[in-house]
């Protein structure tokens, strides 16, 4: 396969049942009819970068592709940057992915970085276990990660400007990686006993979280001292199941985790701070082994959580309800495997086992007053430190996630509801 492959922009018709139809624009990868159907073409990760300038996607065989967003943008704010598609040729295929650095998100918002020291990276992690940096702006391999021992399955830069990377992988390490030298100054995370699934970097960049594909590990880390924390599942945790996905809320109050077992799934938001479990949604199925969870995140906002599903491409849940803010169609096709949310809001990627991507329309809910003081406040504030405060009971459950009810199912919506608040 050649270094540039070919991508077809491929718009999307208006559905007449819906005034606005979410699915907005899907990207399809030409390939040979050999390489079709085969393993290796999947899009196991995507990616925004912090400003939302660029979107990369690895799109199979090896290839990752870079775009400018959107995607009929020709050129930089000052003129000079090259906004042409990028493909970066990493000769293994690509598990996981990731922009950097990330500022944080006040200093994003008031665009503080000057010309000239602007820098941005892609970091790619690799089957064969390297993790390529490359420079996004010229299009160069900058330098090679190596030290895993497996496929490296998920990349995150912290919220905090700096240039750190934390990889997970199939060895059942986790990595911290300091590239401003190069990588040569590596912290190594040992604990869980199989495949690494997912990490997530909560957002005042104190804990790392990392769920096991196998050994039923949710786990937490010290990012100040590189140290375990706790296992949020239990040592006494029997029930057989594989673990997919975690991500923190923006404010840092919440993990969300996800898994499966042969007849449903499920998402569990815990309290970081106290290891509580706040509330679990869970879907049940008929078809044994043929609906697991690929992928979640929350929104920009912590309003809502976008769900990647075996029965459908897309979901959107804000925690708390009772029934899907939005959803696809059922259907076995989905595909799904990772999702994205733009940095601002208001779309959100998906990646597909055929190496396609989709974009789709989020919902633009106004954050209430409430809740945005609620997001200020835990941001830098901890549950023990909210619960030493002398607050009324129900306001202090509501800073403190405990007003969602403990037990939510999702397979409450029905098809003809599919989309519509």
Known sequence: MSKRAAV????????????????????????????????????????FSPDGAWFAWSMGHGIVWVVAWPLDSEEGQDGETDRGDKSFSCGHPVWGLAFGPRPPKAARLAKTASKGKNILLLATGLENGVIKIWNVLTGSAVFDLHGHEGVVRDLVFPQNGSLTLISS?????????????????????????????????????????????????????????????RNLMGANQKQLCLLSSCDFSPDGAVLATAAFSGSSWWIDLWDPYTAEKLATLADYFDDYGQNQISAIQFSPSGLHLAIVTDDRALRVWEPGERRMTMQTKRGRDSNGLCCNYHPQGGVIATGTRDGHVRFWRAPRTVPSLCHLCRSILRHSVSTHQMEALPLPRRILEYLTYRNIPERLRACCSSDEDDWES
């Open 8 to 47: 077809c922009y491929q718009s999307v018709e208006h559905v007449p049942s819906a005034p606005e139809p979410p699915l907005l624009l899907e990207l399809k990868t030409r390939r040979p009819p050999s390489l079709l159907d085969l393993a290796g073409c999947e899009t196991w990760s995507v990616d």
């Open 169 to 229: 992988s199939r060895d059942k390490t986790l990595r911290i990686w300091d590239l401003a030298h190069k990588g040569k100054k590596v912290q190594v995370l040992s604990g869980h006993k199989d495949w690494i699934s997912c990490c997530s970097v909560s957002s005042d960049c104190s804990m790392i979280a990392s769920v096991g594909r196998f050994d039923r590990m949710v786990c937490l880390w010290s990012l100040r001292s590189y140290t375990f924390i």
